[in-house]
């Protein structure tokens, strides 16, 4: 038990530190129980051939497939068609559309789909995106709590079976968790959106807000031309050295009253030119190089000024499992390999405009990029970056394989609800049909695969069993019970419901939850009450990651495109959450009574 106990304290110190990956944290929690004793190396490797983890994998190969069809591409699209003209009516649409596809499919897949398709939407009716983008965020997490297909409520219906317990069907969550969803929803709706931020500038022709005041690009932007005999002349861009001696990007060149956006390397620059450079400006010392360059006065730029009919100005944000986190633009060659060039960085609330080729990307960033249109095709469908422009014909959709998808889906939801013992294999043979209909490759079947969550859940499952066979958990719940008093049930429930809430908010929800599941049954069984009745009000607290960014990773996916700080989540959040505390307090009792 205290080897139990030790092992758990360390791992929360270092999931909360973040010194570690989460999930190398997990796998070493595993193998600590393993070399300690505490559990047999069969009991340590269970968690990688457990139901929660094939379930879900399995749902990530079924909403890869679904995207790879064209289906998440129509709903996207009918969203922008269905966004009306005002912000109210596309907030409430874009919120139904995410708690309902969440139903289905995993949260970050989702919010995936429907980013590019919000933004557009709202460039559409001239609303700045951060009024829409935190609560699509919020509505996508609210509807992931109706239903079995969330990491968090499939690795609590894996530990009830482990302890002898009937586990959760496929409908089991619903009953509460669709009051749950609405209520949320129309709190956002009526109050949560008068303390959403509105970040933008002024009226734009395309969007409420424009990118070079948001970015504050004229900051770092000045125009030059040549000196007389200057060395440049001649030259390519690649061969002129702006980037390499001076830290300076060509974003554009005036000559003969003519502007040409991001000329490309092989561009060779004229003695008559005039260039529009971006970069430190203000510390680099002009007078010092006056043999090269005379500064010209700037004028006011806006966004159209950085676009034309061949030349695009737009967002990107890295996906969530996408291969260049954690790199650079010049380890990546980034305008090499998608013709685009970097304008800033937009990570945290603040935008980042210097150091932009050796800056390592995190998730959640947004890259401002400007480059031919032509290539927008190419970033709409590269899965490591997500545009965040919707436009109508980026990709052709197979009518075929929309409606096999959409069967196949269909099918799998059906026979899961009708054979709920059933559902890993159930789900795991949709995937695989998918596979064997040509709806997915295996190739983006491994990419579709969320890998870190399924090395988390896992590693962390072991620790459920340890917690329970080593006599920790009864040991935790006789804590309980002597704090809140055995004759008061519900006290108990409501003290172990807010602190899981408080723990998940900075520790991702699977673990919270391999750790409270077990507690909780252990309290149930002390007090005499339905375990499945405690666990359920603790699973769903596992999922009310709303107060902060770092609870969820679909938080971060909308902060930079939303432009949102720390606060911001704070302050629609923290009432979300209580709002939604209340709900689920109050309704436990009557649908899953102690």
């Known amino acids: 038990m205290w080897i139990t106990l030790i092992i758990l304290v360390v791992a ?5 530190t973040e010194k570690l990956p989460a999930d190398l944290v997990a796998i070493l929690v595993a193998l600590s129980l393993g070399f300690s004793g505490v559990l047999s190396f069969g009991e340590t490797f269970a968690g990688f051939s457990s139901n929660a983890v094939i379930t879900i994998m399995a749902i990530f190969i079924l909403a890869e497939g679904l995207r790879q069809a064209g289906i998440t591409e129509l709903i996207g699209g009918l969203l922008i068609k269905l966004g009306g003209r005002s912000e109210s009516t596309l907030v409430l ?13 995993n949260n970050i897949a989702v919010a995936a789909v429907l980013l590019p398709a919000t933004v557009g939407a709202t460039h559409k009716i001239k609303v700045s995106p951060s009024r829409i983008l935190m609560p699509l965020a919020f509505a996508t997490i609210l509807g992931g709590m109706a239903t079995l297909f969330t990491s968090t409520n499939i690795i ?3 530990l009830l079976v482990q302890n002898g317990i009937k586990g959760y069907g496929v409908l089991d969550f619903a009953p509460l968790g669709i009051p749950v969803t609405i209520g949320g929803i129309l709190f956002i709706y009526f109050f949560g959106r008068k303390v959403l931020p509105n970040i933008s500038t002024k009226s734009m022709p395309e969007v409420n807000g424009d990118l070079v005041d948001t970015y504050r690009l004229e900051e770092r932007l000045t125009r030059v031309k040549l000196a007389s005999g200057c060395k440049i002349a001649g030259s390519t861009v690649a061969s002129s050295g702006l980037r390499e001696k001076y830290g300076l990007n060509l974003v554009a060149v005036e000559r003969q009253g003519e502007m040409i956006l991001t000329p490309p390397p092989d561009f060779r620059i004229r003695q008559t030119d005039v260039l529009l450079l971006e970069g430190r400006v203000q510390e680099i010392d002009w007078n010092s190089l006056s043999e090269y360059f005379e500064v010209l006065p700037t004028t006011k730029l806006e966004e159209v000024d950085f676009e034309d009919p061949k030349i695009a100005l737009t967002e990107v944000v890295l996906s969530p499992r996408s291969a260049i986190i954690g790199k650079s633009l010049k380890e990546i060659h980034f305008r090499e390999k998608y013709g685009m ?15 932009l080729a050796n800056q390592k990307l995190q998730f959640g960033d947004a890259l401002l990029i400007q480059g ?5 095709k190419v970033l709409a469908v590269d899965p490591d970056l997500i545009l965040l422009e919707a436009k109508e014909g980026v990709r052709q959709v197979s009518t075929q394989k929309s409606i096999w998808a959409g069967v196949i889906f269909a099918a799998v939801i059906i026979l899961s609800i009708l054979f709920s013992d059933y559902i890993p294999p159930i789900m795991l043979g949709g995937g695989l049909l ?13 990419r579709s695969i969320e890998w870190k969550s399924v090395f988390i859940v896992a590693g962390m499952l072991p620790m459920g069993s340890a917690i329970t066979q080593s006599g920790l958990g009864s040991l935790i719940a006789e804590w ?14 409501v003290i172990l419901f807010f602190l899981t809430v408080l723990l998940s908010q900075v520790v991702h929800g699977a673990v919270i939850a391999a750790i409270m599941v077990p507690i909780s049954i252990q309290v149930s069984n002390a007090l005499g009450v339905e375990p499945r009745s405690v666990v359920m009000a603790v699973t769903l607290a596992t999922s009310m990651t709303l107060i902060t960014p770092l609870g969820h990773p679909v938080n971060v996916l909308v ?7 720390f606060k911001d989540y704070v302050r629609l959040g923290l009432p979300l959450t209580l709002v939604v505390s209340v709900i689920i307090l109050t309704l436990i009792p009557i649908i899953w009574p102690l």
């Open 480 to 493: 309980l019970l002597n704090l809140g008093g055995a004759s008061a049930p519900y006290l108990l429930l």
């Open 434 to 446: 998918m596979i064997l209909f040509g709806l997915i490759r295996m190739e983006a079947v491994y």
């Open 341 to 355: 060039l970097v304008l800033g960085i937009w990570r945290a609330g603040r935008p980042i405009r210097s150091g």
């Open 156 to 158: 609590a219906s894996s």
């Open 93 to 105: 649409l874009v919120m139904a559309f995410s708690a309902a596809l969440s139903l289905f499919m």
């Open 559 to 565: 902060m930079g495109p939303g432009g949102y700080k």
């Open 12 to 16: 929360i110190i270092l999931f909360l």
């Open 372 to 376: 031919p249109r032509e290539r927008l």
